[in-house]
């Protein structure tokens, strides 16, 4: 039997190829220890090949971020709004406590601050996450658990805050309970009605 | 007349020396443009000096995160619990987005994601700031806008965190108008009884 072919050609298996050895690589030293010639050694891509189209590391971690960007995520359907919302932090929290998925994470929050190629990849990523996990509050406004009026991705964005600021702000450690503690306090917001959509400026 | 000294002795006054230097040269390069050899010649102090006492850049800046913590800062205090708290949101988000202050503290968060000791000291700093912020929530009790069991240090983080948030993960754009929405949600989780105190794992 032939091993499966990830479609697209060879281009597209060569940047599968760079961009899964630039994860390995973000997994095994962060990405302080990101180089763009272990990442080619680790893909067995020719180095000049790496250099020509990513040029860098954060042109790396951007690249890795927009094919992360494209994958649909296993969004909570558990059926009801706090059950959705309360599995929804709880993949996160263990997505960035997780000691495989963790550093990877992690190292693309950390590119984001010190480039803004990286800093653009994760804003347009998260607008896809948050769009994505937005189907849960549309589900609970056709159940009747929430008025027409919230906006998903605000609640999305306040359920998922508070974790990320004990994790990459304070170092404060997130438990389960705290996870649990952000989903209900989004949904009380979008009940008392503050939720309803962008800030004006 | 002579100039002023600062109270502590030589050794304190090296110290300040050198911590002002890593925040200017923090201000300057940012967190990965900082090197112990920069920081020694902006403070007039002999580089062996500092490897001897601080290490590395982030022996300067966990250092310099020690040093900020026991400074006071400045709590908003106008008369009521919302003044307060959109004051205080306010106040960091100007202190992130300002062109001079910004740089520094944004390092400090860089450098926490990349070394534990940093990390460990932004803990410490971020608990010193939330006990020292909480005034707001007792001053709220004391005049009946709260009830007892409300925990100060709760509001802070769950006021802060939608900013960080944004600041520093999604890097979505942050006005006044979300730092006091954020401020209003921390309001309304405390009165809703969600922000009594820690949770437990």
């Known amino acids: 039997m032939e091993p499966q072919r990830r479609p697209g050609g060879r281009s597209a298996r060569v940047r599968e190829a760079v961009l899964d050895a630039t994860t390995a690589e973000l997994a095994e030293h962060g990405y302080q220890g990101l180089t763009v010639d272990a990442v080619a050694q680790r893909a067995g891509v020719h180095k000049t090949t790496v250099y020509r189209r990513w040029r860098s590391p954060e042109g790396l971690v951007a690249d890795a971020l927009d094919l992360a960007a494209g994958r649909s995520w ?11 919302l309360r599995a929804l932090t709880e993949l996160v929290r263990t997505g960035f406590t997780d000691p495989e998925s963790g550093p ?3 190292a693309f929050v950390t590119a984001g601050l010190q480039h803004p190629a990286a800093a653009e990849a994760l804003r347009t990523f998260y607008a896809a996450r948050h769009a994505e996990a937005a189907v849960i509050v549309d589900r609970a ?14 609640v999305v964005r306040f359920a998922v805050a508070p974790l990320f600021h004990r994790l990459f702000v304070t170092h ?19 009940r008392a009605g503050l939720l309803t959509g962008e800030q004006a400026p």
């Open 141 to 154: 406004i056709a159940r009747g658990e929430l008025g027409q009026e919230v906006a998903g991705t605000e």
């Open 74 to 84: 296993a969004i909570p359907d558990t059926g009801t709004l706090t059950g959705d």
């Open 104 to 106: 990877v994470a992690t």
């Open 172 to 190: 404060e450690p997130v438990t389960t309970a705290h996870a649990h503690q952000a989903a209900d306090a989004a949904i009380t917001l979008a």
